[in-house]
């Protein structure tokens, strides 16, 4: 990335090597995985439109991140048989 | 599998990073084309939109009710689209770009839309279910009032109690919601397409899947009696077992195998079952934090099909790039097993975004690992990302095969 700062301490640790292939890889996994929305927030805007209640912030929040963590670890333990095999 | 969604990014991807003189004509070809859809897609998307869906059939007789219902649909809800033109790469690609989709995926969606045409005009100039009553297209629930000129749309506050729940003494003095014939249609049709996906998978990917439910056979159940398979931290396959077992599989992905060669090493599944198990302790929280009215057996319930159908529409969305819509049998199935709460599946909405985002959640999550897998990263970098930096340090780009298709 040039437009880190590569020289001085900070600029070293940061920013060591040129960019590569698996970093540019991991910006679009990271930017893809932001760039879908999260289904549970369609709860969230339910309650409010259609059911007049107000869920509370803290509890949206780890509502949202739980269902998505939850997706994740299921398919992080199916990806022997979902994501390795070539056929 | 294949995830043929991931194709394009990942061969754009390597694509930049390979060698410039290697790539100097798909840079061109990128760039070229790059730069005419950048000028392009501002005339469709903003300054004339009619250029999204061009029906000749639409402009040669405008007031023709059946000419909307069947060649018109440029917006929502309008039409079934027949033989309409479309400028705009965004709206035709937003379905599933033909660009990447398998030819079979392609047909079979093809045949799918000419008979869901068939289908639909049946049911609705059939005047199946009172259909003529109400809207050709639509998915809001309507009053028994509704006649062919006048849609009346169901007002659900008259039927729900204090605590959100069916009140049946405002059913009866209101009568029962209606759905438009067509979408009774696309319900239907969508259940007999889910025991289908399975009842496919079963004939033709058993081999495929079966290591999904590997863990309840008799000999793996019998592990969880003994003490060493709870002391998951110790034990268990070394590096070197699990890098032998991996190249020795003709089967296995062979952007893995060369990860594995290059000593990456894997993220263990006892962390993926503690995320697991602790966003399902956070989720059941929550679940009473915002006053949901899903009891926590639904939710249990529910997960237990996100689980189900993450295998088998996972691998089908793997295998051939068509994700299937399973959102109208868990609004069903949630509808049938809360039945006081929520009478008509449509109501419930909690029920269904339940499972449902749970299940859509984890549809990207195995995309991702494949992508991160075709382009070589670190599997172990969900944990640890500074290690990525030093794995790239050690570990320069390796020359690459093409891609892996099955």
Sequence with gaps: MSLLPRVGAIGRFLNPFPFNSKEHAFIVIMASAAATNAVSTEILAAQKLYYNMDPNAGAAIFLVISSQLLGFGIAGLLRSVLVQPTR | MLWPINIPIVTLIETFHRDKRETRFRLKVFWIVFGILFVWEIIPEWIFPVLQGVSIFCLAKQNSLLFTNLFGGSSGNEGLGFLSVSFDWQYIASLGSPMWLPLYTLTNSTI????????????????????????????????????????????????????????????????????????????????????????????????????????????????????????????????????????????????????????????????????????????????????????????????????????????????????????????MVAGYIHPVRFILPLISRFHRCRALETYLGSSVAPQLIKRALETHTNPSTGQTLSKHVLHSLRLQWCPTRPMALP
């Design chain 2, 112 to 331: 799918g839309y000419l008979l869901c045409i068939v289908l639909f005009m049946g049911i609705y100039y059939g005047n199946v279910w009172e259909s003529q009553n109400f809207p050709f297209l639509s998915q809001l629930l309507y009053d028994n009032s509704s006649n062919s000129t006048l849609f009346s749309p169901y007002n659900l506050s008259l039927i729900l109690n204090s605590d959100n729940e069916i009140d049946r003494a405002g059913i009866e003095a209101n009568g029962i919601p209606y759905l438009t014939g067509t979408y009774i249609g696309y319900l239907i049709t969508t259940n007999m397409g889910l025991t289908a996906t399975i009842v496919h998978m079963f004939l033709w990917n058993f081999d495929d899947i079966k290591a999904g439910w590997s863990f309840l056979h008799p000999t793996q159940l019998k592990k969880l009696l003994q003490p060493s398979f709870w002391i998951f931290w110790k034990g268990g396959k070394t590096q070197e077992e699990h890098k032998r077992e991996v190249l020795e599989n003709p089967d296995m992905d062979p952007h893995y195998k060369m990860m594995v060669q290059e000593g990456y090493s894997e993220v263990p599944n006892w962390w993926y079952g503690l995320v697991l198990l602790g966003s399902f302790v956070v989720g059941l929280g929550t679940l009473y934090g915002i006053g949901s009215t899903l009891p926590w057996w639904g939710y249990i319930i529910s997960n237990l099909f996100a689980l189900l159908f993450i295998l088998f529409f996972g691998a089908q969305y793997g295998l051939t790039g068509f994700q299937f819509n399973q959102q109208p049998i868990i609004q």
